[in-house]
T-cell receptor, first 113, second 112 residues
Framework: EAGVAQSPRYKIIEKRQSVAFWCNPISGHATLYWYQQILGQGPKLLIQFQNNGVVDDSQLPKDRFSAERLKGVDSTLKIQPAKLEDSAVYLC???????????FGPGTRLLVL | AQSVTQPDIHITVSEGASLELRCNYSYGATPYLFWYVQSPGQGLQLLLKYFSGDTLVQGIKGFEAEFKRSQSSFNLRKPSVHWSDAAEYFC??????????FGQGTTLQVKP
C-alpha cells in the first residue's frame, strides 16, 4: 500500500512570496489533515477535511493560508504572502473515516528568508 | 482544554539500558492516546495507541506504554534501547473529531 505522498520535499522562498504544497493521501482515506510543525515543537493542526468538506480550520491563519481538497482526494495548501514565522515542516496525514490514528507523509520543509 | 505535556525535552540513555518517556494529558472524557516517533527528516510513525481495554499497550519496535487514568499519564517504555531508537518521540491525544493534539516532544539520544 502506497503511503501519503507530499511535494515538494523542500522549499526556500523570500518573505511576501507565495508557495503551495501538494498532498496525495492513501487511497480510500476520507479524512485528510494538514499539520504545521515548527522547529522544537509538536505538530499543530491547521485544517482537517472529511472528503471535500472542512471539519476543523480553527487554527488556520485565514488571512494568508488557504487549503482545498477538490474531489475529496488530493489537497493543496497555499501560503500567500509568506512570513518568516511560517518556516516549518508541513505534514499531511490521512485516515479512514472511523480511524483515529492517521498516517503521516514525509512532510514539506519550508524556509522563509 | 485538551493538552499534552511531555516534561522531558531531552533524554540520554546508554545502549542496552531501559527507557521511560513521560507523557501527561488533560482530557475530559476517556482519551484516545498515541505515541509517534520521528526520525530526522522523516514523517511521523505510529508506535502504539490506546483506545480502551488493557491499560498496558504493546507497540512496534519493542515499545510499550501504560495508561494510568488516576495519574493522567501514558508513559512509553522499552526494556533495552538500541542505537537506532535515537529520534524524537511525540505523545498525542485525539479529540472527538480525530484531531491529534501533540506534546512538545522528547528527543532521545543513545550513547554507545
Amino acid at each position: 500500500e502506497a503511503g501519503v505522498a507530499q511535494s515538494p520535499r523542500y522549499k526556500i522562498i523570500e518573505k511576501r512570496q507565495s508557495v503551495a504544497f501538494w498532498c496525495n493521501p492513501i487511497s480510500g482515506h476520507a479524512t485528510l489533515y494538514w499539520y504545521q510543525q515548527i522547529l522544537g515543537q509538536g505538530p499543530k493542526l491547521l485544517i482537517q477535511f472529511q472528503n471535500n468538506g472542512v471539519v476543523d480550520d480553527s487554527q488556520l491563519p485565514k488571512d494568508r493560508f488557504s487549503a482545498e481538497r477538490l474531489k475529496g482526494v488530493d489537497s493543496t495548501l497555499k501560503i500567500q504572502p509568506a512570513k518568516l514565522e511560517d518556516s516549518a515542516v508541513y505534514l499531511c496525514a490521512s485516515s479512514t473515516r472511523t480511524a483515529y490514528s492517521p498516517y503521516f507523509g514525509p512532510g514539506t520543509r519550508l524556509l522563509v528568508l | 482544554a485538551q493538552s499534552v505535556t511531555q516534561p522531558d525535552i531531552h533524554i540520554t540513555v546508554s545502549e542496552g539500558a531501559s527507557l521511560e518517556l513521560r507523557c501527561n494529558y488533560s482530557y475530559g472524557a476517556t482519551p484516545y492516546l498515541f505515541w509517534y516517533v520521528q526520525s530526522p527528516g522523516q514523517g511521523l510513525q505510529l508506535l502504539l495507541k490506546y483506545f480502551s481495554g488493557d491499560t498496558l499497550v504493546q507497540g512496534i519496535k519493542g515499545f510499550e506504554a501504560e495508561f494510568k487514568r488516576s495519574q493522567s499519564s501514558f508513559n512509553l517504555r522499552k526494556p533495552s534501547v538500541h542505537w537506532s531508537d535515537a529520534a524524537e518521540y511525540f505523545c498525542a491525544v485525539a479529540s472527538n473529531t480525530g484531531k491529534l493534539i501533540f506534546g512538545q516532544g522528547t528527543t532521545l539520544q543513545v550513547k554507545p
